[in-house]
């Protein structure tokens, strides 16, 4: 299986500041053949399910505000909040789905308001 | 509007089963893989099992091979997971979802189903 990692685990970021999130897995989810990072973040707020914001590591899902971009290649990725809102305390999840069906989750970070 | 909701869960003992419930409405249902995804209380998100469109091609997670079954009918828009020999370390909130047919990730969620597991 495809381990996923993430730092750090938790972050306080005063609002409208920037917050970076990272995500690492234990081999590239890069698809050579579509050149597609098979690489999606979530978001997930107290008490709800959780949201896509990102799929192939940059591409943001409908609806999704501008202020959240997703970066990276391979193995090394990086979810940003260009600008914090309070509505973005959360907790982030990245997963792999290069080696389905075998999906994996990061741990989570857990972002707050500073 | 596109809505996946679960049911089913509820307090079960050790070595007991249970059937979870997704209904979905708003999409065409029979032309989508669906997944189910658990949350241990206070911990991550654990992917658990996935279904072809058809029915036809299912996975699962390790630790749960041989006990779960996943399984839907398409003429009712439902998509099901059986549990059996129930464990402690099973109880978490179940999630259906959606896996987007362009996107490969997991688009739609439902607001999941506890199920604990104790005696």
């Known amino acids: 299986d495809i381990v996923m990692t993430q730092s750090p685990d938790s972050l306080a970021v005063s609002l409208g500041e920037r917050a970076t999130i990272n995500c690492k897995s234990s081999q590239s989810v890069l698809y050579n053949s579509n050149n597609k990072n098979y690489l999606a973040w979530y978001q997930q707020k107290p008490g709800q399910p959780p949201k896509l914001l990102i799929y192939?590591?940059?591409t943001r899902e409908s609806g999704v505000p501008d202020r959240f971009s997703g970066s990276g290649s391979g193995t090394d990725f990086t979810l940003t909040i260009s600008s914090l809102q309070a509505e973005d305390v959360a907790v982030y999840y990245c997963?792999?789905?290069?080696?389905?069906?075998?999906?994996?989750f990061g741990p989570g970070t857990k972002v707050d308001i500073k | 509007e596109v809505q996946l909701v679960e049911s089913g869960g509820h307090l079960v003992q050790p070595g007991g089963s249970l059937r979870l419930s997704c209904a979905a409405s708003?999409?065409?249902?029979?032309?989508?893989?669906m997944t189910w995804v658990r949350q241990a209380p206070g911990k991550g998100l654990e992917w658990v099992a996935n279904?072809?469109?058809?029915?036809?091609?299912?996975s699962y997670a390790e630790s749960m091979k041989g006990r779960f079954t996943i399984s839907r009918d398409n003429a009712k828009n439902t998509l099901y997971l059986q549990m059996s020999s129930l464990r402690a370390e099973d109880t978490a909130v179940y999630y259906c979802?959606?896996?987007?047919?362009?996107?490969?990730?997991?688009?739609?969620w439902g607001h999941g189903t506890m199920v604990t597991v104790s005696s």
């Open positions: 997963q792999q789905y290069y080696n389905t069906p075998s999906f994996t």
């Open positions: 708003g999409f065409t249902f029979s032309t989508y893989w």
């Open positions: 192939w590591a940059s």
């Open positions: 279904i072809r469109p058809d029915g036809n091609e299912k």
């Open positions: 979802g959606r896996e987007g047919l362009l996107l490969g990730a997991f688009d739609i």
